[in-house]
Nanobody
């Protein structure tokens, strides 16, 4: 079993920055896992934000965060990070960390591809 715990959320003004952290624990070969970030705004469905595959060299972002968000991972520490810059009010949401043991996911934007989920961390951006 794998446990994921997110941290780093908070409230910032538009244009500000936050860094989210997802810490993984349990019996896992974390370094092989696909790790992703999703978010869910009030009244909306959970949506894909970013994914980083096993060696950190392959990453993808949803269009709305490209150039502002950066995903990375530290396999030695079993952690994944999401650096969020130039935050906008529309980035307000609960951010979730997700993981799957497969090295690569062809449909990485789909919630159904991920077996493990964290509890989420709230990000609020005020205008």
């Amino acid at each position: 079993q794998v446990q994921l715990v997110e941290s780093g959320g908070g409230q910032v003004q538009a244009g500000g920055s936050l860094r989210l952290t997802c810490a993984a624990s349990g019996r896992t070969f974390f370094s092989t896992f696909a790790m992703a970030w999703f978010r869910q705004a009030p009244g909306k469905e959970r949506e894909f934000v970013s994914v980083v595959f096993w060696n950190g060299g392959t990453v993808h972002y949803t269009d709305s965060v490209k150039g502002r968000f950066t995903v990375s991972r530290d396999n030695a520490k079993n952690m994944v990070f999401l650096q969020m810059n130039s935050l906008k009010p529309e980035d307000t949401a609960v951010y979730y960390c997700a993981a799957d043991s497969r090295i690569y996911l062809s449909d990485y934007v789909s919630l159904n591809e991920y077996k493990y989920w964290g509890q989420g961390t709230q990000v609020t951006v005020s205008s």
